[in-house]
Nanobody
């Protein structure tokens, strides 16, 4: 079973940047997609971005398009989320996850990290 560990969260002022990392404990199967979700108290997990592990095709939610960029390093079994021009509404716990194919719903992801808090102050 693959374990995922996120890092890179923290407190940043609006307009600032953070880069989240998600390291997998084992090799990721080539057909997988790795995704980032975020969640605030009382709300469902929201899709942020996903990337094809094999060919690197990326998908971003409209709310983050142009500001966030998902990428991966296959040699390190790691996926990243570069977050620029952060807004207070980006404040959430961010999770990475693995799915068997491109998925946008959290229920369709099989493996999850523990999450990392991102707080954007105004």
């Amino acid at each position: 079973q693959v374990q995922l560990v996120e890092s890179g969260g923290g407190l940043v002022q609006a307009g600032g940047s953070l880069r989240l990392s998600c390291a997998a404990s084992a090799r990721i199967f080539s057909s997988a997609y790795m995704g980032w979700f975020r969640q605030t108290p009382g709300k469902e997990r929201e899709f942020v971005a996903a990337i094809s592990w094999s060919i690197g095709t990326t998908y971003h939610a409209d709310s983050v398009k142009g500001r966030f960029t998902i990428s991966r390093d296959n040699t390190k079994n790691t996926v990243y989320l570069q977050m620029n021009s952060l807004k207070p509404e980006d404040t959430a716990v961010y999770y990475c996850a693995i799915a068997y194919g491109l998925r946008y719903r959290s229920n369709d992801y099989a493996y999850w990290g523990q999450g990392t808090q991102v707080t954007v102050s105004s």
